[in-house]
């Protein structure tokens, strides 16, 4: 069974500063897609980036980057010039590549993050 | 582009009464999802339709819970009689079907608080 763990429930950060969040799974799959997911107060999940196991380069996405190693099956996310606006709960969410058959994610338990003005 | 609609999006019931949420998937989209969040916990996977038919429901607790997916499209997902430890945020989610893994979009959630 695959699990995911994110082991800070709680970060805060200055606003424009730099914060990374945890995350660590385990599978026996080799091939797979990992998930960083932001779900604000009003609780609408949003994907904020992705990043398939067979590449070795890390995904970015304008402010957002990960650091993806493979072999220590870990998966943290970099917020870089934190904005208010960041301010969410962050889901770390695993999905095995299988053509044709369940594609369920499965999430982390979250980690509450506060931006600071 | 449209995206998930859930309703209601609050939902207050005494326990063993009956409850019924409903989603409406981006159009097009082949597969939907139910996800059951609990507080303090990321979510969970309920059922997983491909069309009008079940891919998954593993975690269903299937002596209370019930969900269908008429013609394809919406889903109703139904929970009776009802339990103190139901009260979550249940999310629906819909992805189109490809060769490859396709993202999935979620609904704003539907909060249940069960008294």
């Known amino acids: 069974a695959q699990t995911v763990t994110q082991s800070q429930p709680e970060m805060s950060v200055q606003e424009a500063e730099t914060v990374t969040l945890s995350c660590t799974y385990d599978?026996?799959?080799?091939?797979?897609?990992l998930f960083w997911y932001k779900q604000p107060p009003s609780r609408q999940m949003i994907l904020v980036i992705r990043?398939?196991?067979?590449?070795?380069q890390n995904a970015t996405e304008n402010r957002f980057s990960v650091n993806f190693q493979k072999a220590a099956k870990s998966f943290s996310l970099k917020i870089s010039d934190s904005q208010l606006g960041d301010t969410a709960m962050y889901f770390c969410a695993f999905v095995p590549d299988r053509q044709g058959g369940s594609e369920k994610l499965v999430f982390g338990k979250g980690t509450k993050l506060t931006v600071n003005p | 582009e449209a995206g998930v609609a859930q309703s209601p999006r609050y939902k207050i019931i005494e326990k063993r009464q009956s409850v019924a949420f409903w989603c409406n998937p981006i159009?097009?989209?082949?597969?939907l999802y139910w996800y059951q969040q609990i507080l303090g916990q990321g979510p969970k996977l309920l059922i997983q339709f491909q069309n009008n038919g079940v891919v998954d429901d593993s975690q269903l607790p299937k002596d209370r819970f019930s969900a269908e997916r008429l013609k394809g499209v919406d889903s109703t997902l139904k929970i009776q009689p009802a339990k103190l430890e139901d009260s979550a945020v249940y999310l629906c989610?819909?992805?189109?079907?490809?060769?490859?893994?396709?993202?999935?979009?979620f609904g704003p959630g539907t909060r249940l608080t069960v008294l």
């Open positions: 159009s097009g989209h082949a597969t």
């Open positions: 989610a819909s992805s189109s079907l490809g060769i490859l893994f396709n993202e999935q979009f």
């Open positions: 990043q398939e196991a067979y590449k070795q």
């Open positions: 599978t026996s799959e080799n091939n797979y897609y």
